[in-house]
């Protein structure tokens, strides 16, 4: 939360800090956690790289410094800093910001590479399987995406969306009775996740559930409303069991909260023809 006076009583105290010992590079570092907190990225980074210089052995600096460099969309330089940061001091920040900063980037085998190493000298640390997991899922290797989400379920169990990507990848194999086992116990840990009520539903409807898929669209609904997406589905499965005017409501819905949604269009007209030809 930003308390401007408090801010910049903080800011008032570290400047005399740096001018009793400008030499000290802590006090360089924490004025950076305030500046990057209240928004002032550019000067935050400078002060990262000035602690930098005062102690070059500081894992903690670079790797904060990737933190900025990466909200500042600059993320090859990122990647460089927390390389840095794990070469002076292996840490759980930095593998698992730069192994996710390298899947943002595309280049998936170096991330893969990067969680590897991270659970290799950390295998008790849940979010490193949790990300490989994604990061296999996203290539396709769905069965080694779900090994990695039974240990991350292991490591810690009350983590819902543990659950919740395990679900995905089992469902994106068909396997969606196993599906919607893992989205039930996303929900029990997370009674507001409209996502997963979303995943569940279309889940059920491929196992031709169709009125218990309605009742998850539905939640999903009154959860967050303003989803073009979960009308759509909604839409769908309406339209599978027969009702075209609901499904046709549906549509309609979908195209009030985005107009160039090209399939809802599509579906809406082809449910008003089979309407009016019977």
């Known amino acids: 939360m930003f308390f401007p006076r408090m801010n910049n009583r903080a800011l008032v105290c570290y400047n005399r800090a740096i001018k009793l010992h400008p030499k000290d590079p802590f006090a360089y ?27 070059p052995n ?4 670079y790797s904060k410094k990737g933190s900025i460099l990466s909200d500042m969309g600059r993320s090859e330089e990122a990647v460089d800093c927390y390389t840095e940061s ?12 730069k192994g996710v900063l390298l899947s943002d980037m595309g280049k998936r085998e170096e991330a893969v590479d990067c969680f590897n190493e991270f659970i290799r ?20 290797k769905k069965e080694e995406a779900v ?20 679900g995905n990848a089992l469902a994106g194999m068909g396997k969606n009775e196993e599906a919607v086992d893992c989205f039930d116990q996303a929900i029990s840990l997370d009674p507001n996740n409209a996502l997963a009520y979303f995943n569940k539903g279309n889940a059920l409807r491929e196992m031709e559930k169709y ?20 009308y759509y589905e909604k839409g769908n499965t309406l339209r599978v069991m027969g009702k075209e005017t609901e499904a046709g409501e549906c549509y309609e819905k979908v195209l009030s909260l985005n107009s160039d949604h090209k399939d809802a269009s599509h579906n809406k007209s082809v449910v008003l023809n089979e309407m009016a030809a019977k």
């Open 211 to 230: 009125e218990e898929a309605i009742e998850c669209f539905d939640r999903s609904i009154s959860l967050v409303p303003d989803c073009a997406d979960t």
């Open 147 to 166: 090994a990695c989400y039974d240990e991350a379920i292991r490591l810690d169990s009350n983590f819902a969306g543990n659950f919740f990507k395990k």
């Open 121 to 140: 000298l950390f295998p008790d640390v849940s979010c490193a399987y949790y990300w490989k997991g994604d990061l296999l899922n996203e290539i396709g």
């Open 29 to 55: 570092f924490k004025k950076s956690e305030l500046l990057d907190g209240i928004g002032k990225k550019k000067e935050a980074l400078g002060c990262l790289n000035k602690a930098i210089s005062l102690d």
């Open 58 to 61: 500081d894992s903690d600096a």
């Open 86 to 97: 794990l070469r002076l001091s292996p840490n759980v920040n930095a593998f698992n910001m």
